[in-house]
Structures are given as structure tokens and as C-alpha cells.
């Protein structure tokens, strides 16, 4: 299976509305461990999924696109640092 395939399969066995954990969405993909974990990595990196502990959320249209943002615009005038908005120092 190619990678995209995969991602696609994991995002889409996701619950929009509550987390799930490693385990049961690899149960539920019929995946390999390795080939999950590897998925959530690039999910993670995509700004799609966050990840805390064993479980995996998917992220609502908003906090992906504020996570984009923040991840691709350096002169925004604010940082989240562990989930608290802070003013940048420049």
C-alpha cells in the first residue's frame, strides 16, 4: 500500500468528534503498528491529527488552520506555547 493510501485509510478511521487510542485505530486499519505510527507521524506533520499520550484526536478545520499558521507565518505577533497564547518577543 502506498503511503498516501495508508494516510488516507487512518485519517478516515479517525472519529471527528472523540479521541482514539494507537491500538484501536490500528486494530480498526487493519495495519501493521509500525505502518500507523509511521501515518500519524506525517498526519501530525500535515497539521491534521494531534497526538497526546496513547491517543489520537482529529483537529476541526479551525485549530488545523491556526496550527498552519502559526507553524508557516514567523511574523505573527504571538507563539502557543503548550497550549497557552503568549506575545512573541522579537
Known amino acids: 500500500m502506498k503511503q498516501e493510501d495508508a494516510d488516507w485509510l487512518v485519517y478516515h478511521q479517525i472519529p471527528p468528534s472523540e479521541p482514539i487510542t494507537v491500538a484501536d485505530l490500528t486494530a480498526r486499519c487493519g495495519l501493521e503498528l509500525s ?6 507521524v506525517r498526519l501530525e506533520r500535515y497539521c491534521l491529527i494531534e497526538r497526546a ?8 478545520f479551525g485549530e488545523a488552520l491556526v496550527k498552519n499558521q502559526f507553524k508557516y507565518e514567523e511574523d505573527l505577533p504571538f507563539v502557543i506555547e503548550n497550549g497557552i497564547i503568549k506575545e512573541r518577543r522579537m
Do not use: H, I, N, Q
Open 35 to 40: 505502518v500507523t505510527e509511521d501515518c500519524l
Open 53 to 60: 499520550g496513547p491517543e489520537v484526536r482529529m483537529l476541526t
